[in-house]
């Protein structure tokens, strides 16, 4: 009798334990959030819940933590697939393949409001890297297109890379690009800005004539421009140095410098 009382409470004490670690346990497999998505997002989420042709998740991911606001993805294959925790604003990502691929692979992508409206204006941006995009931005086709993939680092302020290909590659290749804001609104602008290995930094309202700042800081080199400079075309191409505000702003002004270049310099 008393080995049977001895093996009944020691059941009760297991079960006990169980339930004591479930309870710890439980916390924390709820960190994860399931994905929030608009019913008014990719094509109608409340008519046909995600994953659909519209949205749906990288193979592997669960789409936790993926946060979709009003009025986005409503084009077929718009907004997939989707890495986990990417995050996309309002009206935002309204075009063929848009922002598929953004934040795969481990990466991180993070969308504003209005932003990338167009054919593949912002894919695969932040795929196995870094992409935060601002809003009002890379509204054109390839505007933004692989921006900080494949381990580089890519930010890109409000009203900026509004044209053709504009951004595309921007900080891609473990490269690191800033652009601020109302900048690089230009065909090519600045692409390729940071790329393989480089740094590329680039203030408001600045490289918004057509090519006028492409592949600053490209292949390993380092460029750094102010506010309201490299508005010409090709102004500041192909540069790595240190360019102040208010300079550059002729055709070919300062191609290929490699110096430092104060403010209100070559206009």
């Not at 691929?101 to 054919?119: L, P």
């Not at 809003?135 to 580089?152: I, K, L, M, P, V």
Request: aromatic share 2%; hydrophobic share 25%.
């Amino acid at each position: 009798m008393n080995t049977v009382l001895r093996k009944l409470g020691l059941l009760v004490a297991t079960t006990a334990l169980w339930f004591a670690g479930a309870a710890v346990l439980m916390p924390q497999m709820a960190a994860a959030n399931a994905p929030q998505i608009d019913p008014t997002s990719c094509g109608g989420a409340a008519a046909g819940p995600v994953p659909n042709a519209y949205c749906y998740f990288e193979i592997g991911a669960s789409g936790e933590d993926i946060v979709i606001a009003h009025g986005s993805c409503n084009v077929e294959g718009a907004c997939g697939p989707l890495g986990n925790g990417t995050r996309i604003g309002h009206d935002s990502c309204n075009g063929g393949l848009a922002c598929a691929g953004a934040g795969t692979s481990g990466g991180s992508s993070s969308i504003g409001n209005d932003s990338c409206n167009e054919r593949e204006a912002c894919g695969s941006a932040g795929k196995g890297g870094s992409s935060s995009i601002g809003n009002g931005s890379c509204n054109e086709r390839g505007a933004c297109a692989s921006a900080g993939e494949e381990g580089g680092s890519s930010s890109i302020g409000n009203g900026s890379c509004n044209e053709k290909s504009a951004c595309a590659y921007a900080g891609s290749d473990s490269g690191s690009s800033s652009i601020d804001n109302n900048s690089c609104n230009g065909f090519d602008a600045c692409g390729s800005a940071g790329t393989s290995g480089g740094s590329s930094s680039i203030g408001n309202r600045s490289c918004n004539g057509a090519g006028a700042c492409s592949s600053a800081g490209a292949l390993g080199g380092s460029s750094s421009m102010g506010n309201n400079s490299c508005n010409g075309d090709d102004a500041c191409k192909d540069n790595n140095g240190v360019i102040g505000n208010r300079s550059c702003n002729g055709d070919d002004a300062c191609k290929d410098v490699d110096r430092p270049i104060g403010n209100n310099q070559l206009n």
